[in-house]
């Protein structure tokens, strides 16, 4: 069976290598144009298309791929497998492939359709997400589910780390699904028409923290945003990112105290931030131009100080 292979970030390089080492015939991959990148701006390929170059397997990179539905046909291909792509198909680009179109989807489905998966299952405190394979169909995410694998989310893990272990976990998985589509011996699960819920692409102005939150959301938001595009805080008119926070031990100085407060002006003791609940501790921090560092680090540096305000 010819495939054809649609992906564009370093998520969707995992499922491709396993799909080639597992002997399938890949006979084409599409990707999303090279684009700017640095302060620079040198023009760079997207990860799959650096290693299926490697690979020397023939790259597509139409600006959208409903304009070149013949140079896609004249591939010969039967299925295509898509992981991350990037591009909304059209019903004429899903009737290409006799065999389907099958996507591989960081979440579990119909809770979180759409574009941000894993960071929108951290936001919310999940501790259970997986992967899935599912039948493109016209609309978002909303297809049959061929395969499911589910894992627990540990309470500490960012999406940089969870989303390396989803693509290993969807490289395993589209394995699976691709023997079972050559042979034919599958059924489909259709999702739940209940709690469906669309998450949408991630903003920066999303990842800005809001110290009138709990505690809580304001870690679960950090984790979410690292390393993409990184929670931050605005103190004295200057941005400090955040990269790792955990919720602070309950002390005197929180009495009193206003939301986005710097707590302590004592190194060991981290950088403590008055919050909606309780305080935060900011465990990784950046200020913007400068190196990541402790907290404590950034506090001994008088970066900023006790008493000093974060906005909310």
């Not at 495939?3 to 890949?26: Q, R």
């Not at 190196?291 to 970066?303: A, E, P, T, V, Y």
Request: hydrophobic share 40%.
């Amino acid at each position: 069976m010819k495939i054809v292979y649609a992906g564009t970030p370093e998520f969707a390089v995992a499922p491709l290598k396993a799909l080639i080492e597992h002997g399938f015939e890949i006979v084409g991959v599409i990707t999303q144009e090279d684009k700017p990148q640095g302060r620079k701006g040198v023009l760079t390929p997207p990860p799959v298309k650096a290693f299926a170059t490697e690979c020397g397997l023939p790259v597509l990179q139409p600006h959208k791929i409903k304009d070149e539905i013949e140079t896609v046909r004249a591939l010969g291909c039967e299925l295509l497998v898509t992981c991350a792509y990037g591009q909304i198909l059209t019903q004429e680009v899903l009737d290409v492939f006799n065999k389907g179109v099958w996507n591989i989807h960081a979440g579990l489905l119909p809770q979180y359709r759409g574009a941000s998966p894993m960071q929108s299952c951290l936001l919310a405190g999940e501790t259970q997400t997986g992967v899935c394979v599912m039948k493109t169909e016209l609309g978002l995410d909303c297809g049959d589910i061929l395969l499911e694998e589910r894992t627990e989310i540990t309470p500490t893990e960012t999406c940089g780390e969870l989303a390396a272990r989803l693509s290993q976990m969807g490289a395993n998985v589209i394995v699976k699904a691709v023997k079972l589509l050559e042979t034919g011996a599958y059924r489909l699960t259709p999702q739940s028409t209940e709690n469906v819920r669309i998450v949408r692409k991630i903003t920066k102005e999303q990842a800005k923290i809001d110290f009138s939150k709990t505690a809580k959301e304001i870690v679960n938001l950090v984790r979410a945003m690292n390393p993409d595009p990184v929670a931050f805080g605005v103190v004295a008119g200057a941005q400090i990112n955040v990269y790792r926070a955990e919720i602070a031990e309950a002390g005197a100085e929180f009495t009193g105290a206003a939301n986005g407060e710097i707590l302590t002006d004592k190194p060991k003791r981290g950088l403590l931030v008055k919050c909606g609940d309780g305080a935060v501790k900011l465990v990784e921090v950046q200020a913007s131009g400068g190196k990541r560092m402790s907290g404590g680090d950034f506090l001994n540096g008088r970066k900023v100080q006790k008493g000093q305000k974060f906005e909310c």
